[in-house]
């Protein structure tokens, strides 16, 4: 059976801008592939496959000539602010503000697990000396807080005024509040360069990647983490998947894709890893789906998976997924040159 749901069906002709139209009124635009700049591209996701604030004409694609999959029609980039409240989910606190003792350990190890990918792959190239570090979307500024500690010298990028004054109070970190290409960042002046769970939510992940190159010193790492296609629980979650998460996600990677739009920004591809924990990941995907078939059980049973501790049960089967490079979430790493 198709990914959406549907019945399976004789392919339909690749759709193109022209054969689209639009309602000026609703701010959204239709743009062509992000990697090889065809208009070409077959249903994925069909429109109107969510329920509200999600656009009802919003939907998925897939490039027909490179197999990039994208969101479109989209939000504008003037529109798709509304879309990010500022209770969002990633805008989390400081870990010692965090009540449960469980918790605060877990979310400590998360942060350390980032530190310590990014060293062991410095460590064959130039040793693992601490460095500077560049956090593109650093939210409220945990990571780079992390970095710090351990000796590196850190900058941070966020669009969110109030996630990125922040980290700025809490953390005296150094946040530049706009967009990537806006920040009065040197050329060649980064050891590291990270997108935690960002680069799906940019307008174009090809431009954006090429500025991260020149942003990077000769041999500097790239770590870009996004949802995993090739996760069990995009198959089993269909539309409510975590990773479509429509309008903000506005580009769905396969391994293929990400490491072509890698290449092309002038990048060796170093390493696929699934490292983080995707136990509150897969919560959200069953969110979604109990929202839309079971309402009434969404919140007795989302209230009881959350229970500090109970993840401890299913832990070893995230973890043997994160092994076979099936969990949630996966990040690429790559070195420039």
């Known amino acids: 059976m198709p990914e959406n749901g549907s019945a399976a069906a004789a392919p339909p002709a690749p759709e193109t801008a022209s054969s ?55 939000p504008t980039p003037a529109a798709i602010g509304a879309f990010y409240p500022p209770d969002y989910q990633p805008y989390r606190k400081a870990i010692e503000d965090e009540p449960w003792a469980l918790m605060r350990l877990m979310r400590r190890r998360k942060l350390a697990d980032r530190r310590h990918l990014i060293e062991r792959h410095l460590i064959d ?5 601490p460095g500077k570090v560049l956090d593109v979307g650093c939210s409220t500024g945990l990571f780079l807080h992390e970095m710090v500690q351990a000796g590196w010298q850190a900058e941070g990028v966020e669009l969110s005024e109030g996630a990125a004054d922040y980290a700025r109070r809490r953390f005296g970190l150094p946040v530049f509040t706009g967009m990537l290409e806006d920040a009065p960042l040197v050329d060649g002046s ?28 000769p041999g500097g790492l ?55 924990p995707a136990y509150f990941t897969w919560l959200i995907s ?50 420039k040159g």
């Not at 070893?316 to 949630?328: E, T, Y």
């Open 20 to 74: 689209i139209a639009l309602d000026p009124a609703l701010a959204l635009e239709l743009p062509a592939c992000d990697r090889c700049g065809s208009p070409e591209a077959r249903t994925l996701l069909a429109p109107g496959s969510w329920a509200p604030p999600v656009p009802p004409q919003v939907g998925f694609r897939r490039c027909s000539s490179c197999g990039l999959v994208y969101q479109a029609p989209r």
């Open 125 to 129: 190239h130039r040793g693992a000396a």
């Open 190 to 217: 980064f050891d590291v360069v990270t997108f935690w769970d960002v680069l799906e939510h940019v307008y174009s992940p090809s431009t954006t990647l090429a500025l991260a190159a020149r942003l990077l010193k």
């Open 222 to 276: 790239l770590l870009v983490h996004v949802p995993n296609w090739d996760s069990p629980e995009r198959r089993l979650f269909g539309r409510h998947w975590a990773g479509w998460d429509p309008p903000r996600h506005l580009y769905v990677f396969d391994r293929a894709s990400l490491g072509g739009i890698m290449k092309a920004a002038g990048f060796r591809l170093l390493d696929w890893v699934c490292f983080m």
């Open 286 to 335: 069953l969110e979604n789906w109990l929202a839309a078939r079971h309402p009434r059980l969404r919140g007795p049973v989302i209230r009881l998976l959350r229970l500090p501790g109970l993840r401890l049960l299913v832990e070893p089967l995230f973890w043997a997924l994160n092994r076979l490079g099936r969990g949630s979430v996966i990040a690429a790493v790559g070195r």
